[in-house]
């Protein structure tokens, strides 16, 4: 009798659908917030600790973050693009993630289309941004990458170069103010 009325009354679904009851998982560097799920914001937050130590490594440096940064999964495209119109972000719904610099904690905004391997990317993408600028705190570095012209003068098709010669080439982006 007791553990039917205890049963009865307990309610074990909690809303997470809204950004005001988002769920937030926290790792050493990272915290992720998500609307879409405990286990998203959990592996992705795991999966940027480990990213950190592979850029810190790469630029040869072993500053270690001044605070934990924000990752923010929203909602949707709508939700993405009101973030970065509300700080002042300029940002663009086709790259899927942005670090929002002007934003008070700094943080990184993506939205999720399903693909879980394109979102890390995204957002691994977006936090070498955010952790250049804490890193390297004199340094002034553009916010917007865009792909360089090449052969230079362009090509008469428009079209890139194939993987291989990317892969030759080597970095495919160039900062610009």
Do not use: I
């Amino acid at each position: 009798m007791a553990a039917t009325r205890l049963r009865d009354g307990t309610e074990v679904f909690e809303d997470h659908s809204t950004w005001e009851k988002a769920w937030e998982a926290t790792s050493r560097h990272f915290l992720v917030r998500t609307t879409h799920s405990y286990g998203l914001a959990a592996q992705l937050a795991q999966g940027l600790d480990v990213m950190l130590g592979h850029v810190q490594k790469t630029l040869g440096v072993e500053v270690a973050p001044p605070r934990r940064y924000h990752v923010y999964v929203l909602p949707s495209v709508a939700d993405y693009n009101a973030f970065g119109n509300a700080n002042g972000q300029e940002h663009s719904s086709c790259y899927g993630s942005f670090h929002a610099a002007a934003h008070p904690e700094r943080a990184v905004a993506a939205v999720y289309d399903g693909n879980h391997s394109w979102l890390k990317m995204l957002v691994t993408h977006s936090m070498v941004h955010q952790y250049v600028q804490d890193a390297f705190p004199a340094a002034r570095l553009p916010t917007w990458v865009s792909p360089p012209t090449w052969p230079p003068g362009g090509t008469k098709s428009g079209a890139w170069p194939s993987s291989n010669a990317s892969k030759r080439l080597g970095v495919w982006c160039r900062c610009t103010s």
